[in-house]
């Protein structure tokens, strides 16, 4: 198993592959003390400044240390940010090492369309001239996820989201004929099979305060 200064170090595959790379002693300082902390399983507080490239520095060890590792952070667009940008660059400088790089997403349940509401509102027909519902529907025909981050362009609080989105009042379980599709359903079972998982402090928080994640941990 390689260690975080053979993927950040000087001369690493990710130095030769990026354009522009420079190396940093801060990045791989705050990695190797990352590094430690893992394998010590003790607690660790690292502050660094902008431009140090600290999200490599954690995400870098945590693969490396093959423990099951939570990502919490502050807002959903850093959440999205570290998954969309940050894991994939990640997996391709571990890739040369041999090692895979399991990762997924979780965010509140209102981030997710319910296939289930949805077709209740089509089939009540009381939408038909909604430009937002007609945006969702063509969307919903071509996303995997189902996370309504990929609707740009709707707005936060639009009924037409409102009316679809799902939540603990509209989750019935196995029972649902659209479970095995259900957007939710795949988010939980790729977390489940995740090493790394990506979530923002307000889902952690509340999830922890139930003591579903604390469970899921162990």
């Known amino acids: 198993m390689p260690s975080a200064r053979d993927v950040l170090g000087p001369g690493s595959a990710l130095a030769h592959a990026l354009p522009g790379w420079e190396h940093r002693e801060g990045q791989l300082a705050m990695a190797e003390a990352v590094e430690e902390a893992l394998a010590s399983e003790r607690h660790l507080l690292v502050e660094a400044g902008t431009g140090t490239g600290k999200t490599l520095a954690y995400l870098v060890p945590a693969v490396l240390s093959g423990k099951r590792v939570i990502v919490s952070t ?28 399991r990762a997924a997403m979780m965010k509140g349940l209102s981030n ?8 209740e509102a089509r089939a009540a027909g009381e939408h038909s001239g909604d430009m937002d519902f007609a945006r969702i529907a063509a969307w919903m025909r071509e996303t995997e996820s189902g996370d309504r981050a990929e609707l740009g ?36 079972r790729e977390a489940e099979d995740a090493q790394i998982v990506v979530v923002n402090h ?10 579903v994640m604390g469970a899921q941990m162990q």
Not at 202 to 211: C, I, K, Q, S, Y
Request: glycine share 6%; hydrophobic share 45%.
């Open 202 to 211: 307000h889902l952690f928080l509340a999830d922890l305060a139930l003591g």
């Open 153 to 188: 362009d709707l707005e936060e609080d639009a009924p037409a989201w409102r009316l679809v989105a799902s939540s603990s009042e509209t989750r019935i379980g196995a029972g649902c004929e659209h479970f095995e599709r259900c957007f939710v359903t795949r988010m939980k």
């Open 112 to 119: 997710y369309l319910c296939l289930r509401r949805f077709d």
């Open 74 to 101: 502050a807002t959903k667009a850093l959440q999205e940010q570290i998954f969309v940008k940050d894991l994939p660059l990640v997996r391709a400088a571990l890739e040369g090492h041999g090692v895979r790089v």
